[in-house]
């Protein structure tokens, strides 16, 4: 099993930056991509960007390209956000991949980022 936990969310204004963080622990050498979501009430859950975890390669969303930047040192896989936009604003989860499977299987709790206008 995986447990993740996430950290580094709040509130920040338009145009400022947050790095969150979500820690991994268990087995983690089952991990094959680290992904991070985001969602808002009454929208689908969507994925803002992953990271291979062995070879760091990384995958963006169109709506945060540029913006957002994902990162992984040891156990730990970062989301750094910069020049935040009122709609980044929602709860974003961090989930890991298995290796031979298709699915997220391991999700952190959640971590609530809110960009004011």
């Known amino acids: 099993q995986v447990q993740l936990v996430e950290s580094g969310g709040g509130l920040v204004q338009t145009g400022g930056s947050l790095r969150l963080s979500c820690a991994a622990s268990g087995l983690t050498v089952t991990i094959s991509v680290m992904g991070w979501f985001r969602q808002t009430p009454g929208k689908e859950r969507e994925r803002v960007g992953s990271?291979?975890?062995?070879?760091?390669i990384t995958y963006y969303a169109d709506s945060v390209k540029g913006r957002f930047t994902i990162s992984r040192d040891k156990n730990t896989v970062y989301l750094q956000m910069n020049s935040l936009k009122p709609e980044d604003t929602a709860v974003y989860y961090c989930?890991?991949?298995?290796?031979?499977?298709?699915?997220?299987?391991?999700w952190g709790q959640g971590t609530q980022v809110t960009v004011s206008s």
């Open positions: 989930a890991a991949r298995k290796i031979d499977s298709a699915e997220y299987s391991a």
């Open positions: 990271i291979t975890w062995s070879g760091g």
